[in-house]
Every structure is written in C-alpha cells, then in structure tokens.
C-alpha cells in the first residue's frame, strides 16, 4: 500500500489553529477533493504537480519523519490537499507505536475511520469565498467519526464580510468545537514575498470585527508561518 505524498518537511512549528507553535513535523499528501479558488497549497492539490507527488509506504514516510526528528517524539501533522481521502491508519499505527504524536487538518469533505486514533483533528468547513458547496452531512460524519478520540477544532479562514457572517452563523451550529479564526491570504505565489504590512492589516481587520461585534467565542489568529517565511514551501 503507497500513499501519494507531496512533501515531508521539518521540524518546524504549526504555524495555524489549535496547535499554533508547537513544534512539528508535516506530512503533506497529494490530491483534494476540493479547489478553493484561494488555496496556498495548490502544488498538492492540482493534478498539474501529480508527477512531483511520491508514492510512498507507510514505512518509507516512517523513516523520514523518524529522520527529521531525530527520533525524538513530537507531533506530526497530517495536512494536503485533503489526507482524508487517502488512508493514514498506518501510519498513525507506527507513530503512535514509538509514543509520537497526530495531528490532521482536512476539510471535513471525506469521514475516516482513523481520525479517532488523532490527539488533535482541525476540521476547516470552506466559506463563500472559496466558491466550494460545504457537504454539512459530511462535516458531521467527519465528527463522529471522531468520536472521543482526537481534539477536534474548527478553522475558519476569513477573506471578507460575506465569510465573517458565514462564520458567525456556522459557530452556532457548533457551540461545542473550540473556533480558530485566520485571516485569508490573497497573496499565495510561493515566487513572490508577502507583504506584511498587508498581512498584519488584514489581521487587525478580522480582530477589530469580531471585538466590535461583542463576540468572544473565537481565537483570532494569524498564519504565523506566512509572517515569518511568506509563502516559501517546506517550512
Ligand atoms: C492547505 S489546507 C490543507 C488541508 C485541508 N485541505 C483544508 O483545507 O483544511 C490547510 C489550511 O490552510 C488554509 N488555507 C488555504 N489557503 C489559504 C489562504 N490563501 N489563506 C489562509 N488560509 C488558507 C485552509 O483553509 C486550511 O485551514
Ligand atoms: N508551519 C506551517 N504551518 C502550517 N499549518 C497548516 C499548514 C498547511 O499548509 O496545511 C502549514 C504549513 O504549511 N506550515
Ligand atoms: S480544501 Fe484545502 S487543500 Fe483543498 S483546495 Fe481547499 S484549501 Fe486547498
Ligand atoms: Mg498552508
């Protein structure tokens, strides 16, 4: 069995959600289900990249995380394209095995029976501006597939007026999950630096929204990866 992997990279903190600066390694797989129109990681999306996608064992992906962390037991995080739509169960079997810990970040399209054996699963439904239809049946099945096992949190990125309501409406239907909010980057060509002043100004945006709307629910963040490297890849 071989999994389409796009990159393995680290250690390096998650620069998003729950896990924000916690060290990590990532383990990025090729191939979504989606095609958000802002994606900032399209090199694993679009089948266009297919050829530079690795088909790899559970076994082979093992021994480089094993390799990047030295051995020593830290998180790994499982990103893409959506790794839901691929079987990581072996994967998180090894890991887990040597006292590592799992961490995914998936759209919450596809259910999988390993997000239990996770400690943390970021479920991140897409808002209008994406221009992607969120399967709500989907979302929910990826919850209870879930179960008791993992930290489940939700991620919302934030682009405009439009996705901030979509957000406050969404938040609702779920009074229970821990909400991140992040702000939408418009600028994701991995050839060109971010402007950071715009980046910091779009943060202070999405805060200055939801603390003059008196709602408290929601850790505002910002992808501190992108502030500190940009848009470069592998880090
Ligand atoms: C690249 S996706 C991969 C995992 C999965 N497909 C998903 O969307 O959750 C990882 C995270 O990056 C966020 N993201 C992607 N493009 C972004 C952008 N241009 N600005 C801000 N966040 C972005 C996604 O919403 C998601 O929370
Ligand atoms: N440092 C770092 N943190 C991240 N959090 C989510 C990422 C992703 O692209 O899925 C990401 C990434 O690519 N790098
Ligand atoms: S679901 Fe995630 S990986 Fe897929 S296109 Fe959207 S942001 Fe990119
Ligand atoms: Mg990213």
Known sequence: ??????????????????????????????????????????????????????????????????????????????????????????????????????????QGSVARDWFADLDTLVLSPKPPSSYQVVDWAAFDACL??????????????????ADYLWAREVAERYPDLPLYLQPGNPEVDPDRPVDLTAALARLEGLIDRVTADGWFRPRVLPQLHMLVWGNKRGV
Not at 22 to 39: K, Q, S
């Open 1 to 106: 069995m071989t999994l389409r992997i796009s990159e393995i990279f680290g250690p390096t903190i998650q620069g998003e959600g729950a896990l924000i600066g916690v060290p990590t390694v990532f383990v990025r797989a090729g191939g979504c289900d989606y095609r958000c129109v802002w994606c900032d990681s399209l090199h694993a999306v679009d089948s266009a990249y297919r050829r530079d996608w690795a088909p790899m064992t559970p076994d082979a992906i093992w021994a480089e995380v094993k390799r990047l962390s030295s051995g020593q037991p830290l998180v790994v995080s499982i990103s893409g394209g959506n790794p839901a739509i691929q079987d990581f169960g072996p994967l998180i079997a090894l890991g887990r095995a040597e006292g590592y810990g799992f961490a995914c970040e998936t």
């Open 144 to 161: 209870a597939a879930a179960g008791l096992g993992p930290q489940v949190g939700m991620k919302i990125v934030i682009f405009d007026e």
